[in-house]
């Protein structure tokens, strides 16, 4: 019975330095798999390659055998020697490997867990190695499933969407106001790495123009010209509040360089329409009395860093959840996967019965040549009821068994009990 | 009465509905919508049954007892909310619709359910008219209702900080605050033919245009009140909390207009009357 075999590493197993060494070039990715698909004791095959992680699915009849040349494969085609990297292989077979691969494919096992690029990455992997023709029965049912099951956890959990860093929660916010980001002006007032970030996110949104204003002119006009951006004069900041909708301030003036009366006047101006501040400036620029204004929103580094663990912390009960859901379809899939075996038991159980009852039928009618047809038709009909009957409970038992998905122990019993073999 | 088997599905429908989006709400598991959405959808769909056959059974709008009015109604607010939907992402909003939709079949139930013959006076095309035209306004005016309540939930939420929990669930502030605007336009619109119309039919059945019935007046202050918020809207920029607390306030008018005025006061849009 071929079973699946996972060889791999990942970033808990194995540092960068290896795992840069032992990752396969997306573009070459088609002649490795051929290498593997090549190799004697694997009928199937399949790539995972990406930053965090190195792994191998293959389909195999003696998986000893399959781990070794897989380990072997790694080594040559990476001409790096064994011993260098053996100790952060991980190898993985049934239950455990299919929980693995579902885990993978729905980013619980992923550095950030919830990221959504691992499930792109893997749905690639198997288009290749199906392009190939590296797989076949057993990897055609186990990776599409495991892509369902990256659905499923991503339609009924929300481990995807939580945002868990501090300018990523500043766009979650902002969207919230606002119905929607395209089209909108952000103000960026000073300068700094997360300021940048917040954003790069923003305009990955949609947002249209980044206004930069900062107390040193060259800066604001660097900083303007990254984003393709305008750069606006530190007098003229009350003109850029008219336009803009989202404000992230980031300067290192000791006071205040946004007060309430100045918002007050401004709401009049820009007729009520929202103005989110987000003050990452510690001190802070936004005089936090802005935040009791109507329409106004402010939040500064510590609003931000809340709700960020809150978001990690809800995270890791949504990921319970998905545990949840994996769970359910790794035990769908063994039961899938031993019903492989106890079909074929079945019927070759019944076979050999009906082989044996056939030869011991015949030699007896030789025995005995003047049987009467009715006589003969009497032996044929005892002899049958006898083999059904004795098989009735061993085939009920199975049947059973798979459907309870606890089969395995039975299918052996009856194979060394009958000694039957199954293909 | 098969009317009234309808009407009973359609309460379990809407009880059902009401469990699945208040599920939704708590868990945010998708399912949950779907089947709120669902069994939201079928409720209407019996629910604009029962209103047929009752009035192919009783010839005329099924609006001249408590049971019929607040049934009419009901159906109304759903079939607005379904609509919305098309427009707008807010499913959540099924959350607060459902079970008021639900409070109010529910009152329906347990009210006598007799078709009250309407008086020859009062048999004219103008019924259907005017009473559908006001309804439809105050069912548009409690989805604006709704939005502002949501409004008001999530800009609380928002304020305090507290973003990581039932606020990621809620629309945006800015989608609610169009919805308001939008359903205030609408609302007002349908409220005002519908008085314009119920005044023209006063006049063939009375021979007056306005009365100052109790009835009337009331439907006047919501309709002034309902003018004002527009007028703060349109002239002065009222957005957001502001237009969110005024429509909870109008809708506050609405349901007195609608209900406490016939539970409290007499004339002749209180149901009894039309009997004697």
Redesign the interface.
Known sequence: MKEIILVGLNYRTAPVEIREKIAFPEETLTHYLKALKGLSSLTEGLILSTCNRVEIYAATDTPEVGVEEIKGFLSVQHQLPLPAFEETLYVLKGEELVRHCFRVASSLDSMVVGEPQILGQIKEAYRMAHATKATSTLLNKLLPRAFSVAKRVR??T?IGN?AVSVSF?AV??A?????HLEGREVLIIGAGEMCELAAQYLVREGVSTILVSNRTWERAVALAERFKGEAIPFSELGRALLRADIVITSTDAPNFVINKDMVVDILKRR????LFFIDIAVPRDVDPQV?SI??I?L?DID?LQ??AA??I??RQQEASRAEGIVAAAVEQFCRWYQSLEVIPTIIALKEKMERIRQKEVDKMLVSFPNLSARERQAMEDLSKTIVNKILHNPITLLKKANENADGEPYVDTVKKLFSVETE | MINVLFFEITVGLYAGGTLAYLGYLITSYPKAAWVGRLLLGGGFIVHCAALVLRYIEAGHVPVTSLHESLSFFACLLVGSFLLLRLYYAVEIMGAFVAPFALLLVIWAAVLPKEIIPLPALLKSWWLPIHVTFAFVGEAVFALACCAGVIYLIQERLLKSKRAAGLSRRLPSLEVLDEINYHALTIGFLLLTIGIVTGAAWAERAWGAYWRWDPKQNWSLATWLLYAILLHQRLAINWRGKKAAVMAIVGFGSVLFTFLGVNLLLHGPHTYAEWLR
């Open positions: 339609t009924e929300s939580r929660v979650e916010l969207k919230r106001i606002f119905a007729k009520n329409h929202p935040n109507d329409n929103y939040y609003d809340e709700v809150a978001n912390k809800g």
